[in-house]
C-alpha cells in the first residue's frame, strides 16, 4: 500500500517504498519485468522509508520525491538511485514537502 512506481524502459517498472500488511513503511525496492514475471529486489535500501512518494525515470536514474514519513509527516527529500550501479544518492531537497502527488 502506499508504494511509488514508474517504468523503466519498455518491460520493466520499479517499485520502491510503502508499507506492509502492519503499516511498518518500507525502504526497499524491486524491479519488475512484466515479460517474464520475474521481480528483483534492489541490492540497497533507499536512504529513509516512505509512502506516497512520487517516482520518475530518465535513462540514467530514478528519482524518488517527497513521501510521508514513518510518522506520518511529509517530507521534502529527493533521492536518485543510479541504475547502472543501483546506489542511492540524497539530492538537494524540494523547497516544501509534499506527499500524495497528483
Same mark, same amino acid.
Given at each position: #500500500?502506499?508504494?511509488?512506481?514508474?517504468?523503466?524502459?519498455?518491460?520493466?517498472?520499479?517499485?520502491?517504498?510503502?508499507? &506492509?500488511? &502492519? +503499516?511498518?513503511? $518500507?525502504?526497499? +525496492? #524491486?524491479?519488475?519485468? !512484466?515479460?517474464?514475471?520475474?521481480?528483483?529486489?534492489?541490492?540497497? &535500501?533507499?536512504?529513509?522509508?516512505?509512502?506516497?512518494?512520487? %517516482? %520518475? %525515470?530518465?535513462?540514467?536514474?530514478?528519482? !524518488? $520525491?517527497? +513521501?510521508?514519513?514513518?510518522?506520518?509527516?511529509? !517530507?521534502?527529500? !529527493?533521492?536518485?538511485?543510479? $541504475? &547502472?550501479?543501483?546506489?542511492?544518492?540524497?539530492?538537494?531537497?524540494?523547497?516544501?514537502?509534499?506527499?500524495?502527488?497528483?
Amino acid at each position: #500500500f502506499g508504494h511509488g512506481s514508474a517504468k523503466i524502459g519498455e518491460h520493466r517498472i520499479i517499485i520502491v517504498g510503502g508499507e &506492509d500488511a &502492519d +503499516g511498518k513503511r $518500507l525502504s526497499s +525496492g #524491486f524491479i519488475n519485468d !512484466v515479460r517474464t514475471q520475474q521481480s528483483t529486489p534492489l541490492p540497497y &535500501d533507499m536512504p529513509a522509508a516512505l509512502r506516497d512518494c512520487c %517516482v %520518475v %525515470v530518465n535513462d540514467a536514474y530514478v528519482y !524518488v $520525491l517527497g +513521501g510521508l514519513n514513518g510518522f506520518g509527516g511529509a !517530507v521534502n527529500t !529527493v533521492y536518485r538511485l543510479c $541504475l &547502472d550501479t543501483m546506489e542511492w544518492t540524497i539530492m538537494a531537497p524540494m523547497a516544501t514537502a509534499r506527499s500524495d502527488f497528483a
